[in-house]
């Protein structure tokens, strides 16, 4: 009985290590574009916050909203209403599922959209490079572009691409809103045309 029991202990290690290393989180995609006669009307000044790019509820995007309105005031922005403000900050996003095999398919709660200048295939390498990882993961894409509100001007777009697996605590809700928001706006303006990778603690 003893030896029975041993052996499967023995059996049960390697299963409960495994369990424990399907977990996968970040690091964040980032790509920034700016025109370099833009940079200094950047990061003051009063902005509105809205989102855009399509016809889910918009308690979906609410906290991906809120999260950028956040770090725009960090880099000293003051959020105002849309009549108000010098400058508007269109925010778009996508989440969507990769499964065990690689297939990507999009998540019920995300908000369709272009991206401007972007394209559709920026970020979407994240996608495909699972490294065998045996849990499906979630992914983030956060996209946002800074107009000026009388001119329509885009001065700076940015997008961050965020995957992490279904169990991470990261994966959904404001933690996850605020990790892709921070990581978009980390070193902002940023390079025009730069892609950095801003790990996740």
Not at 15 to 27: E, F
Not at 37 to 55: D, H, K, Q, T
Not at 103 to 114: A, C, D, F, K, L
């Amino acid at each position: 009985m003893k030896s029975r029991f041993l052996m499967a202990c023995m059996c049960a290690a390697p299963l409960a290590l495994g369990a424990c290393a399907t977990q996968y989180t970040g690091p964040v995609e980032v790509t920034r574009f700016v025109a370099p006669e833009s940079a200094a009307r950047l990061g003051s000044g009063r902005i509105f916050v809205e989102g855009v790019g399509g016809a889910q509820s918009p308690l979906a995007l609410s906290p991906y909203t809120a999260a950028v309105a956040q770090e725009l005031e960090r880099l000293g922005y003051g959020e105002s209403a849309r009549a108000a403000a010098g400058q508007i900050a269109e925010v778009r996003l996508e989440r969507y599922q990769v499964g065990r095999g690689g297939n990507r398919s999009p998540v019920s709660v995300g908000v369709g959209g272009s991206t401007g200048s972007y394209g559709s295939g920026v970020g979407l390498g994240l996608g495909i490079n699972l490294g065998g990882g045996q849990r499906d993961r979630i992914g983030t894409q956060l996209a946002v572009t800074i107009r000026d509100a009388a001119t329509g001007q885009s001065l700076w777009e940015g997008r961050a691409d965020f995957q992490a697996s279904d169990n991470s605590p990261l994966a959904s809700g404001p933690a996850n809103a605020q990790t892709v928001a921070a990581a978009l706006f980390e070193g902002f303006p940023g390079n025009n045309g730069e892609t950095i990778e801003v790990e996740v603690p």
